[in-house]
């Protein structure tokens, strides 16, 4: 079945580098969305990317969708202490079913 | 505007129990999911609904857990009867499309436990 697999599982930074989480999947996806989620609390959406080769930025945070739609990044840059959390990516399949798969997510810490 | 509300926000029974979930999805919201979402791990999909219609409900366990969503808006959620495993934190999105297309708000989740 379809899968969506993410990397790192963990990353831990100091505050101030840079931070990049990737997403694959094994099939080709209609679109993407990264949420995040902190902890003990509950995911928050961030964005959804749908063309190919998509960029988009939000302060921060730089999210890229593959040429070939099967794969997506999450950078953020100089990373800060409320970036502390987990950064799931979601895929949506292409197919008929349109199920939202979601990756196992990348837990972020920060050291200040 | 409110959010995505689910109660109880804590719940502890014991094994072979029943317990029930409940949602009320944002005003408006024509999609409603509920999800299963285990420790360090992503949320998975146990139904989805579009209006009141169960639209995907392929991985709800259907030997114990059952799903409602009257007239559209609020769901409930029911496991009859607890097993350990089932012990997650069960969360409630909804979103404003059909298909599930756009974005998903999420309730602040149930945490069970199981004993």
């Known amino acids: 079945g379809q899968q969506v697999m993410q990397i790192p599982q963990y990353q831990h930074v100091q505050e101030g580098e840079d931070f990049t989480t990737y997403c694959n999947s094994s099939t080709t996806l209609s679109n993407i969305q990264w949420y995040k989620q902190r902890p003990g609390g509950h995911p928050v959406f961030l964005i959804q990317?749908?063309?190919s080769g998509e960029v988009k930025k939000q302060k921060r945070l730089t999210f890229q969708f593959g040429e070939a739609k099967k794969n997506s990044s999450l950078h953020i840059t100089a990373t800060q202490t409320t970036d502390v959390g987990t950064y799931f990516c979601?895929?949506?399949?292409?197919?008929?079913?349109?199920?939202?798969?979601w990756g196992l997510g990348t837990s972020l810490a920060v050291n200040p | 505007e409110a959010g995505v509300v689910q109660s109880p926000r804590y719940k502890i029974i014991e094994k072979k129990q029943p317990v029930a979930f409940w949602c009320n999805p944002i005003?408006?919201?024509?999609?409603l999911y509920w999800y299963l979402q285990n420790l360090g791990q992503g949320p998975e999909l146990l139904i989805r609904y579009e209006n009141e219609e169960a639209v995907d409900d392929s991985q709800l366990p259907k030997d114990r857990f059952s799903a409602e969503r009257l007239k559209g808006v609020d769901s409930t959620l029911k496991i009859q009867p607890a097993e350990l495993g089932d012990s997650a934190v069960y969360l409630c999105?909804?979103?404003?499309?059909?298909?599930?297309?756009?974005?998903?708000?999420f309730g602040p989740g149930t945490r069970l436990t199981v004993l």
């Open positions: 979601a895929g949506r399949n292409a197919g008929n079913n349109r199920k939202l798969i």
């Open positions: 999105a909804s979103s404003p499309g059909l298909a599930g297309f756009g974005e998903q708000f």
């Open positions: 005003s408006g919201h024509n999609t």
């Open positions: 990317l749908v063309k």
